[in-house]
């Protein structure tokens, strides 16, 4: 008698809506944190005036920056270094999706700091291609003010770019099987088991 095929082809079907049900998820936190960026960046240059506004007065406030290079200034000026900057992202934005769904096919916490990432750049990559300052350059806009504490000022893009790198690279490290330092013993028996199942392979 044949073994029956059912169970198999329902486990497949499973993870296939899985699969499918994840990519909607990221192309959704993609759509929310672009969203969430460029509407506080149109907000921003719409309603706070030149001198800015102090939101905890000495710690944190709004002022508009149009920002022609990338973090701390770096490339202020020179044009073919923006341009070599820009395809830079444009591959990231291309590379991110696609090492959410190998690289970390299994781990949705992961896939989730890369999405907002990927939200993120794509929020300044719209920017640089659309958003001209007086003098016709592209630049992006900046409207959190941190120079108080000695970093420059900053927009939602880059809090998702920054706080999702941030997590992702703790995750990696300590969060699931698949981490280089799992935390918990269960997760360290997980990869013990998948080890020893690759092994028999």
């Known amino acids: 008698m044949k073994d029956d095929p059912t169970p198999v082809f329902l486990t497949e079907q499973k993870e296939k809506e899985k699969?499918?049900?994840?990519?909607?998820?990221?192309?959704?936190?993609?759509?929310?944190?672009?969203?969430?960026?460029?509407?506080?960046?149109?907000?921003?240059?719409?309603?706070v005036p030149p001198q800015g506004i102090p939101l905890i007065k000495g710690v944190i406030g709004f002022s508009r920056v149009e920002n022609d290079a990338i973090?701390?200034?770096?490339?202020?000026?020179?044009?073919?270094?923006?341009?070599?900057?820009?395809i830079v992202t444009a591959i990231l934005m291309v590379g991110i999706p696609l090492l959410t769904f190998t690289v970390f096919r299994k781990n949705g916490a992961a896939q989730i700091c890369l999405s907002v990432i990927e939200g993120g750049a794509i929020g300044n990559f719209v920017d640089r291609l659309f958003v001209k300052n007086a003098q016709g350059v592209a630049v992006v806009r900046d409207?959190?003010?941190?120079?108080?504490?000695?970093?420059?000022?900053?927009?939602?893009?880059?809090?998702?770019?920054?706080?999702?790198?941030?997590?992702?690279?703790?995750?990696?490290?300590?969060?699931?099987?698949?981490?280089?330092?799992?935390?918990?013993?269960?997760?360290?028996?997980?990869?013990?088991e998948e080890e020893r199942r690759t092994e028999d392979k």
């Open 71 to 86: 973090a701390f200034g770096i490339g202020s000026g020179n044009h073919a270094f923006m341009v070599v900057i820009m």
């Open 143 to 192: 409207f959190v003010d941190l120079t108080r504490f000695g970093f420059a000022n900053c927009n939602i893009a880059d809090f998702c770019i920054t706080f999702g790198a941030a997590v992702l690279v703790f995750i990696i490290l300590f969060i699931g099987p698949q981490a280089v330092f799992p935390l918990k013993k269960e997760w360290r028996e997980q990869a013990r």
């Open 19 to 47: 699969r499918t049900m994840r990519m909607l998820l990221f192309a959704l936190i993609v759509c929310i944190s672009l969203f969430v960026d460029q509407i506080t960046k149109l907000l921003a240059f719409c309603y």
